[in-house]
């Protein structure tokens, strides 16, 4: 059965990952669990140059006050099952998840699995590969590692611990606290549970139900909106599971049961929380009202077009509006960063975290360098800025004013270098390009003059 400690943390704030990983049974009756593939070297293979990512800490210390950010995952089990030669899956299911300490404030939020994004080491791909890249290349990072720097990258806020929960032990749990009550938005909706000959279809209003059909609603695909209503089910599953755990008090059983249960539950979980973290995030989660519990889902306002890549349909985000739902979903007042925000715009610029490019369209030696020197003197990186001389083609292709273009929608770090180098709103471009190399570019010109 699931570790009820990370289930409980996970129920109280609104959190959970249902597009879970579930043990395959293969036609001999051979079982397959994921978290344990025939190949467990973790070598890097001959001729992979792993990419150069931080390594996700087994155990990494938490002070009690500190927002957390999880991201959760779920794999697809049909990726290692019998009739697989893999030793990874990708992931069915990312949900971000986090709690604010001290406003008591929980987010979540939803991203849809066929989503294009910059893997980093890897370029562009389905947001679903980065934890599959990451495993089968062995990189010191591991899946994990290189999931949450693809969605650090996409969402640009820090992440600070991951977890891949199995879907079986979600079922045990939900039948263990007796079921979910869950409304339906319609009549007639056809839901086909793990295991054989159930299909089951739910009538318009409230229903109530077991694990097994609370899976199953959660990962229903074959509505209007498909993964995007999955994603908004999901969280509604999760927080009718949340309702019993308050409504019943069952939340003291289920910390008195923690170490047995997290001993029971432990080989089909991976993740970098220790019990003791969960304990007391949990603790903490409890008083979570909830319309302090934020919820969003990336699906088609927040999309420039679905493509069809290697004959497969594809979600192009429009990252200005990504940045924008992740605004709003992760702080309390809709502005960039936590739950406090930060009210001045040079902190929110930095939390973006953006690649700047700095490109001198002028015949004076050394602009660009200086200028890249005057952004370090007001708090950029120097690691994040690179500088270099135009083309003669873009010294004839660019207007007579400096100019900087938005690539990747970082509408923080647009208005404070703006406010920096006095530019207006006419010399301000967003032109999203899912293939550039950084994410702002500075493209000087002869208006341009430091400060002195």
Excluded: C
């Excluded at 971000?96 to 001290?102: K, R, T």
């Excluded at 319609?186 to 089951?200: A, K, L, R």
């Excluded at 902190?347 to 690649?355: G, I, P, Q, V, W």
């Amino acid at each position: 059965m699931l570790a009820t400690l990370l289930v409980a943390f996970v129920v109280l704030v609104g959190f959970g990952s249902f597009g879970l990983v579930r043990t395959v049974i293969g036609s001999g009756g051979t079982s397959f669990n994921p978290f344990n593939p025939p190949q467990v070297d973790n070598t890097p293979l001959p001729g992979v140059t792993p990419t150069q990512l931080p390594i996700v800490p087994e155990y990494k210390s938490w002070n009690g006050v500190d927002r957390v950010t999880i991201l959760a995952m779920g794999l697809d089990a049909r990726d290692i099952g019998p009739e697989s030669t893999s030793t990874a899956a990708r992931t069915d299911t990312m949900i971000v998840l986090s709690l604010d300490p001290v406003t008591k404030v929980a987010s979540m939020l939803s991203i849809p699995r066929d989503l294009y994004v910059d893997i980093p080491g890897y370029g562009f791909d389905k947001i679903n590969k980065a934890y599959f890249d990451g495993e089968v290349d062995r990189l010191p990072a591991g899946g994990a590692g290189l999931a949450i720097q693809t969605v650090q990258n996409l969402l640009g806020i820090p992440i600070d611990y991951y977890a891949v929960l199995d879907f079986n032990s979600f079922t045990a749990f939900v039948d263990t606290i007796g079921g979910i009550e869950v409304y339906v938005p319609f009549d007639n909706m056809v839901i086909d549970p793990v295991g054989p000959h159930n299909t089951t279809t739910l009538n318009f209003g409230w229903n109530h139900l077991d694990g097994a059909l609370a899976l199953g609603y959660a990962r229903a695909r074959h509505t209007a909106n498909g993964d995007f209503d999955r994603a908004a089910r999901t969280q509604q599953v999760i927080l009718a599971i949340r309702d019993k755990v308050l409504n019943l008090n069952l939340l003291t059983s289920l910390l008195l049961k923690a170490p047995q249960l997290w001993s029971q539950a432990s080989s089909s979980i991976k993740t970098n929380l220790t019990i003791d973290q969960i304990i007391q995030l949990a603790l903490i989660a409890k008083d979570i009202k909830r319309q302090n519990i934020r919820q969003g889902v990336i699906d088609n306002d927040q999309l420039l077009a679905i493509e069809t890549i290697n004959n497969e349909d594809t979600l192009i985000p429009d990252m200005e509006k990504v940045r924008e739902l992740r605004a709003k979903v992760f702080t309390s007042n809709g502005v960039l960063g936590y739950a406090t925000p930060p009210t001045d715009l040079t902190s929110l610029a930095f939390l973006e975290n953006a690649r700047i490019e700095i490109v001198n369209g002028t015949n004076t030696s050394g602009l660009a360098g200086a200028t890249k020197t005057f952004l370090i003197s007001h708090g950029f990186s120097d690691a994040n800025i690179t500088t270099r001389s135009a083309t003669a083609d873009e010294i004839s292709a660019f207007p007579a004013n400096t100019l900087i273009t938005d690539f990747s929608g970082m509408p923080y770090t647009i208005r404070y270098l703006s406010s920096l180098m006095n530019l207006s709103a006419a010399d301000l471009v967003t032109d999203i390009k899912l293939d550039a190399k950084v994410d702002i570019q500075i493209f000087l010109k002869y208006d341009w003059t430091i400060p002195q």
